[in-house]
Each structure stands twice: as C-alpha cells, then as structure tokens.
C-alpha cells in the first residue's frame, strides 16, 4: 500500500521510520493514532489518508487470521482484493513475492513490454495480465517483474529512454548495496537493437 504512487527509496524511508517507532506489526498498526503515522509516512503519497487507511488494514488482516491464512485460502486473490486499499497490481506483488508467480502488471511492464511490442499499453490490468499468465517466460514472474522495474528505472525512463547511453544515476536508497550491487556501468539500453521504438521520447 505505501508503495503505491510513491518511489521506492522515498518508501524505504518510511519503513525506516516505522521501524524505528515498532510500528511494524499488524497490531501495532491496528492500535496507531493517525497523528502519530501521519509525519512516519511523509514520503510516500498522502500521509494523512494512509495514515488512516493503515489501521483499518491491520483490523482486515488480523480478523482474517494474518496474511498466511489469506494466502491459504481457496482464493488468495479474492481475499487479498477484498482488503481495503489493496487493488489488483498490489494483490499479484503480494502473490508473486509469496511463492505464486503471478504476472504484476504495473507502469513499468506497460512501457518496457510495450516499447518492445510485446504488449498494447494501453489494454486493461485484466486484459494484460490474462494474456501474460499463459505464456512460458522462463523466469519466475517475481524475478522478471524485478528485472523490468530495474530496466524501466534505469534505461526504459517515461520521456527521455537512455537507449544509447549509460543508465540513469543510481538511486538514493538509504542502503546503497542496494543499487550498487546490481547496476554495473553499461554502454546503453541492452534491448536498444530489438527495440522497434528505440530513441522514442514517449511510451503511449
């Protein structure tokens, strides 16, 4: 939920903080006062509703039984979807990094898979993820779906793409192994001579 519309390293942050507050327990969240959340969470996207959303989450979670009795279930999915502020990407990230590999359709895979005429974009999160589940991709979707944020992030950007040069800066996690470890200097955007959109400043 903190991650939606919010930058990864901006959520890190945030999970810092409630760490360090022992706020990262279902129930210790079920018994948080906003006021107390609010200024915890600055950084990810609307502090004040989240920081009322967070509760109501917990208490949803805990009358569930916790999140691996969700997982359990007949339908994870429909138990997931039926948590407040969960949404369907937001289900499949959950499932994906949980032992299902579902496909996690999100801004990334829409514009990587789309500049490469993989996918139509502009289809429904349905629709897509439909047509992705039946296909034999080699990797478990979890790792693809780490390997397209990476590869959106640093190459496949939104309006200026870095198909021919190194990829963007490093990001500033307050971890720096985090980026470091994985993003060696490169020469350009490794998928820049398959790519029928190479150099294109937009994705739609």
């Known amino acids: 939920m903190l991650c939606q519309q919010s930058r990864w390293e901006r959520v890190e942050q945030v999970l810092l903080r409630l760490q360090a507050a022992e706020l990262v327990t279902w129930e210790s969240l079920l018994g ?6 609010t200024p915890l969470l600055s950084g990810s996207a609307y502090p004040p509703t989240r920081a009322r ?3 109501r989450l917990a208490a949803a979670v805990l009358d569930a039984g ?3 009795a969700l997982l359990r279930g007949a339908d994870p999915r429909a138990a997931l979807l039926a948590l407040p502020q969960v949404g369907p ?8 990094f949980t032992g299902t590999s579902v496909p996690v359709v999100d801004a990334y895979l829409r514009r990587v898979l789309g500049r490469l005429g993989l996918v139509d974009p502009t289809s429904s999160y349905g629709d897509l993820r439909a047509q992705l589940a039946v296909l034999d991709t080699g990797l478990p979707w979890e790792v693809l ?10 190459h496949c950007l939104t309006k200026q793409p870095r198909c021919e040069s190194a990829g963007s800066p490093r990001r500033d996690y307050a971890e720096p192994r985090k980026c470091a470890a994985h993003c060696p200097p490169c020469g350009g955007c490794p998928l820049a001579d398959v790519c029928p959109r190479r150099g294109v400043e937009s994705w739609v």
């Open 32 to 37: 948080a006062q906003p006021a107390v959340l």
């Open 53 to 55: 959303l967070l509760p």
């Open 66 to 68: 916790g999140v691996a």
């Open 89 to 96: 990407e937001t289900a499949d990230a959950v499932l994906a």
């Open 145 to 154: 779906h780490g390997l397209i944020v990476e590869h959106g992030i640093h």
